[in-house]
């Protein structure tokens, strides 16, 4: 079993619709999570991070974190066609520290 | 904000000869940087982490003579790809995190990434 799994899509979706994306991961000693945007032959930005369960929420993203199920998930409202991207979710065990990314993914959002 | 600025952005190169793919952070100071590979359709593969004025750890199955790591400042990383074949053709991102690690709005800055081709 992977260590991090992510369905790689891909995922379309119609303009103005909510998104989710999900990760699971094996590892319990996971404590920080993050969800990175990977645009075609970009590197990855960051969009959020968490560290305990529950939701964290930034303007149109919402991550949310379920530790007990070892599943996390990013939420997209009002999605736009620039949100059409490879979304990789993160985690590590330690702060700053090695990240284990899943394959990503990608997502086109229709006009 | 934070930047990591990597260079080149594509080479393509003969079977046999090394390559260098520079990392520098811009506007702090990088005391950790990390080199990963990523494959079409493929998540980031961390090859390395290094430490700046240190030997860097290669992660298993990574050769260490194939793929050379210099992080000889704060500033600057390289990754060195010797006697490059095919099989090595990959798109190449750089990370790195700052001195001041008490910020964590971006626990991990990325380079643009370098796309490799050998032929």
């Known amino acids: 079993q992977k260590e991090v799994e992510q369905d790689p899509g891909p995922l379309s979706v119609p303009e103005g619709a909510i998104v989710s994306l999900n990760c699971t991961y094996s590892n319990s000693a996971f404590q920080y999570f993050m969800w990175y945007r990977q645009y075609s032959r970009k590197g990855p930005e960051l969009l959020m991070y968490?560290?305990?369960?529950g939701n964290k929420e930034d303007g149109r993203f919402t991550a949310q974190v379920d530790k007990s199920s070892k599943y996390i998930s990013l939420f997209i409202r009002d999605s736009q066609p620039s949100d059409s991207a490879t979304y990789l979710c993160?985690?590590?065990?330690?702060?700053?520290?090695?990240?284990?990314f899943g394959k990503g993914t990608r997502l086109h959002i229709l006009p | 904000g934070a930047v990591v600025s990597q260079h080149p952005s594509r080479v393509i190169c003969k079977s046999g000869t090394s390559v260098k793919i520079e990392c520098r952070s811009l506007d702090f100071q990088a005391t950790t940087m990390f080199w990963y590979r990523q494959f079409p359709k493929q998540s980031l593969m961390l090859m390395a982490t290094?430490?700046?004025?240190?030997?860097?750890?290669?992660e298993q199955g990574v050769e260490k003579d194939k793929f050379l790591i210099n992080h000889a400042s704060l500033t600057l990383s390289t990754l060195t790809v010797t006697s490059a074949h095919p099989e090595d053709s990959s798109f190449y991102i750089c990370?790195?995190?700052?001195?001041?690690?008490?910020?964590?709005?971006?626990?991990?800055?990325f380079g643009n990434g370098t796309r490799l081709t050998v032929t």
């Open positions: 993160a985690m590590s065990v330690v702060r700053d520290d090695k990240i284990i």
């Open positions: 968490t560290y305990s369960s």
């Open positions: 290094s430490n700046e004025g240190s030997k860097a750890t290669y």
């Open positions: 990370s790195a995190i700052g001195r001041d690690g008490s910020s964590y709005n971006s626990p991990l800055h």
